[in-house]
């Protein structure tokens, strides 16, 4: 069969920090070509869509999927499912990936039969199945798959994170992808699920809170075969378990691998396996991204973020004495007035790490959606992509953005534009010597992207597709697992030894 894997276009942030490879869809395109299918895939983080019209009429695929990872990405890809209909009545359509995979009903009556099928959980273990069944009625017994007429068994896990390799060389522009000096970079996966249950995430409860780990071998392996300098670890938390940690530099170590990586982790775990950390700076961890959230114990603890402002602060102090460019980030709250927006200018400000603000947002799969599903203001899936604010705010809405982008802008100074580019000119020398552009633009795209009249407006487009809303829940606790794609395997699929296991169950306060 002929299958062709698309990735739509790229969100806000996309537009100026970063753009990074579809590393989920690669793996679903991989499993795809091991069952002997002639895959092709196509990203519109890279590609002009031009590309995938193109495609549609020229290659005729019989099968088309897509990566519908963003909650804000979904109309567009509903638009790009129905024009591929008109064009190919008889194309298999399928959507999957992360925010579909929780609101797979409301997709497929946007798309109005545009779509077969959406296949909730994890892609690679199922899309073999799936393609096998065609259009044909057999498509609703698939684990995870729903479609009009039905729902298969629930999603599986694949057996082993190892078993499938991303199909890498299928995309088109990898010198594309980059994440600040990492220029271009690669993606790779050294462990999936997350063990935590912050209130606003979903990445817990898509993954049933479970915690896999990919043979350390096999990274190493997976590693060496990328051409690219830079690596950006794509694992919700980095490091959680020590062992897994040191077993991987041993194993890059001897194939002596060198690489310069970005990770995201929290910091009572940067705090508890120091070592890990400190040997893989010297592996060449250059980025570490820490999830700080909020600077008061009380948003902390609303967050059930589990961990104290003393932890944050220590691990901040210990990220710098890292050497490595540290990023934080901040939840920015609908109720923030212009003096909250100002405390936390004043203390960005003075610290000397990269600062992202994120606006507090309910997505579908996690905690705080049912509960705040009925304040929402606006029910646009474009808005949902952590930039704009989809709940009542307490300064009137131009000037909440206003508040917003200004903070944004102050923080961004530190780490773009002329000062940047004097503290990185030896870095930004090589990467143009070598042909590759993305970092330097990145300097300079911020006011292009970031505009508060421009997020403004954006609530004033006209909707075609409207999240919909159950009845209000009541308060979550009673039927977590109603909240979950994969339900909750248990303690055997954590892969976390007792050590570690305790350290999660006791800052999880259990
Ligand atoms: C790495 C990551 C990023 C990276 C890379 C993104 C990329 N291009 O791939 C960066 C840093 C760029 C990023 C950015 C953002 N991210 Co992000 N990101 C993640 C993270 C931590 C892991 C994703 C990943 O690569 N996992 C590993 C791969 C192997 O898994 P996967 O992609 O999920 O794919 C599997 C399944 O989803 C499925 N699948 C995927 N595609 C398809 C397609 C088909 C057809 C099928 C059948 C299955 C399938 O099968 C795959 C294999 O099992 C997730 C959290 C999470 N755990 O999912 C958040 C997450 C997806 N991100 C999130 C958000 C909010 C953002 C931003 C909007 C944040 C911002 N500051 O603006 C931006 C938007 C970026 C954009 N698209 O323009 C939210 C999504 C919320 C939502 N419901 O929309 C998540 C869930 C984090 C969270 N805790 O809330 N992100
Ligand atoms: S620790 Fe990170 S990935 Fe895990 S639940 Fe909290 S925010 Fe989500």
Same mark, same amino acid.
């Given at each position: 069969?002929?299958?062709?894997?698309? =990735?739509?276009?790229?969100?806000?942030?996309?537009?100026?920090?970063?753009?990074?490879?579809?590393?989920?869809?690669?793996?679903?395109?991989?499993?795809?070509? $091991?069952?002997? =299918?002639?895959?092709?895939?196509?990203?519109?983080?890279?590609?002009?869509?031009?590309?995938?019209?193109?495609?549609?009429?020229?290659?005729?695929?019989?099968?088309?999927?897509?990566?519908?990872?963003?909650?804000?990405?979904? &109309?567009?890809?509903?638009?790009?499912?129905?024009?591929?209909?008109?064009?190919?009545?008889?194309?298999?359509?399928?959507?999957?990936?992360?925010?579909?995979?929780?609101?797979?009903?409301?997709?497929?009556?946007?798309?109005?039969?545009?779509?077969?099928?959406?296949? /909730?959980?994890?892609?690679?273990?199922?899309?073999? &199945?799936?393609?096998?069944?065609?259009?044909?009625?057999?498509?609703?017994?698939?684990?995870?798959?729903?479609?009009?007429?039905?729902?298969?068994?629930?999603?599986?896990?694949?057996?082993?994170?190892?078993?499938?390799?991303?199909? *890498?060389?299928?995309?088109? =522009?990898?010198? /594309?992808?980059?994440?600040?000096?990492?220029?271009?970079?690669?993606?790779?996966?050294?462990?999936?699920?997350?063990?935590?249950?912050?209130?606003?995430?979903?990445?817990?409860?898509?993954?049933?809170?479970?915690?896999?780990?990919?043979?350390?071998?096999?990274?190493?392996?997976?590693?060496?075969?990328?051409?690219?300098?830079?690596?950006?670890?794509?694992?919700?938390?980095?490091?959680?378990?020590?062992?897994?940690?040191?077993?991987?530099?041993?194993?890059?170590?001897? @194939?002596?691998?060198?690489?310069?990586?970005?990770?995201?982790? *929290?910091?009572?775990?940067?705090?508890?396996?120091?070592?890990?950390?400190?040997?893989?700076?010297?592996?060449?961890?250059?980025?570490?991204?820490?999830?700080?959230?909020?600077?008061?114990?009380?948003?902390?603890?609303?967050?059930?973020?589990?961990?104290?402002?003393?932890?944050?602060?220590?691990?901040?102090?210990?990220? /710098?004495?890292?050497?490595?460019?540290?990023?934080?980030?901040?939840?920015?709250?609908?109720?923030?007035?212009?003096? *909250?927006?100002?405390?936390?200018?004043?203390?960005?400000?003075?610290?000397?790490?990269?600062?992202?603000?994120?606006?507090?947002?309910?997505?579908?799969?996690?905690?705080?959606?049912?509960?705040?599903?009925?304040?929402?203001?606006?029910? $646009?899936?474009?808005?949902?992509?952590?930039?704009?604010?989809?709940?009542?705010?307490?300064?009137?809405? $131009?000037?909440?953005?206003?508040?917003?982008?200004?903070?944004?802008?102050?923080?961004?100074?530190?780490?773009?534009?002329?000062?940047?580019?004097?503290?990185?000119?030896?870095?930004?020398?090589?990467?143009?010597?070598?042909?590759?552009?993305?970092?330097?633009?990145?300097?300079?795209?911020?006011?292009?992207?970031?505009?508060? @009249?421009?997020?403004?407006?954006?609530?004033?487009?006209?909707?075609?597709?409207?999240?919909?809303?159950?009845?209000?829940?009541?308060?979550?606790?009673?039927?977590?697992?109603?909240?979950?794609?994969?339900?909750?395997?248990?303690?055997?699929?954590?892969?976390?030894?007792?050590?570690?296991?305790?350290?999660?169950?006791?800052?999880?306060?259990?």
């Amino acid at each position: 069969m002929k299958l062709l894997c698309v =990735h739509p276009g790229p969100l806000m942030y996309t537009r100026v920090f970063l753009r990074l490879e579809p590393l989920g869809l690669e793996l679903v395109a991989g499993a795809a070509r $091991d069952a002997g =299918h002639d895959v092709r895939l196509i990203d519109l983080q890279a590609e002009n869509p031009r590309a995938f019209h193109r495609m549609l009429r020229a290659w005729r695929p019989d099968a088309l999927c897509f990566s519908g990872n963003y909650l804000a990405n979904v &109309p567009e890809i509903v638009d790009l499912a129905r024009a591929a209909r008109a064009v190919l009545p008889d194309c298999l359509i399928i959507v999957g990936g992360h925010s579909v995979s929780f609101i797979a009903r409301d997709v497929l009556a946007h798309a109005e039969g545009a779509i077969d099928c959406v296949l /909730r959980g994890e892609g690679e273990a199922a899309i073999a &199945p799936l393609l096998a069944c065609g259009r044909g009625a057999g498509l609703a017994g698939v684990p995870g798959a729903v479609t009009a007429a039905g729902e298969g068994p629930p999603p599986r896990f694949v057996e082993r994170l190892d078993a499938v390799r991303p199909a *890498r060389d299928l995309l088109h =522009h990898r010198r /594309r992808y980059f994440i600040g000096t990492l220029d271009p970079c690669a993606s790779i996966e050294f462990a999936r699920g997350c063990p935590w249950d912050c209130t606003f995430c979903s990445a817990w409860t898509f993954y049933g809170r479970s915690y896999r780990t990919a043979d350390p071998e096999w990274i190493a392996d997976e590693l060496a075969r990328l051409r690219e300098p830079g690596v950006f670890i794509v694992d919700d938390v980095a490091f959680v378990h020590e062992r897994h940690g040191m077993a991987i530099a041993d194993a890059i170590e001897r @194939r002596g691998i060198r690489k310069q990586y970005y990770l995201e982790t *929290r910091a009572d775990v940067l705090l508890r396996n120091k070592e890990v950390f400190r040997r893989w700076r010297g592996l060449g961890l250059e980025y570490m991204f820490l999830g700080l959230e909020a600077i008061d114990a009380e948003r902390l603890k609303l967050f059930r973020k589990r961990v104290t402002l003393d932890d944050s602060f220590a691990a901040l102090e210990f990220a /710098r004495s890292l050497g490595v460019m540290v990023a934080i980030n901040i939840i920015a709250d609908p109720s923030w007035d212009r003096a *909250r927006f100002a405390a936390v200018r004043a203390w960005c400000m003075e610290i000397p790490e990269i600062v992202n603000l994120s606006v507090t947002t309910p997505y579908p799969g996690t905690e705080i959606w049912p509960e705040q599903q009925a304040k929402l203001t606006t029910r $646009d899936y474009r808005l949902f992509d952590i930039q704009h604010a989809v709940l009542p705010t307490t300064l009137p809405l $131009d000037e909440f953005y206003t508040e917003l982008v200004e903070t944004q802008r102050i923080l961004s100074r530190k780490h773009l534009g002329w000062a940047a580019l004097r503290d990185t000119l030896g870095i930004a020398a090589a990467r143009l010597a070598r042909g590759q552009t993305n970092f330097v633009r990145m300097l300079w795209k911020f006011n292009s992207v970031y505009d508060a @009249r421009q997020q403004l407006a954006d609530h004033a487009r006209p909707v075609r597709y409207e999240l919909s809303c159950p009845a209000p829940a009541p308060a979550i606790g009673a039927d977590k697992r109603a909240l979950f794609i994969h339900q909750p395997p248990g303690r055997r699929a954590r892969a976390l030894d007792d050590a570690t296991e305790r350290f999660v169950d006791a800052t999880r306060g259990a």
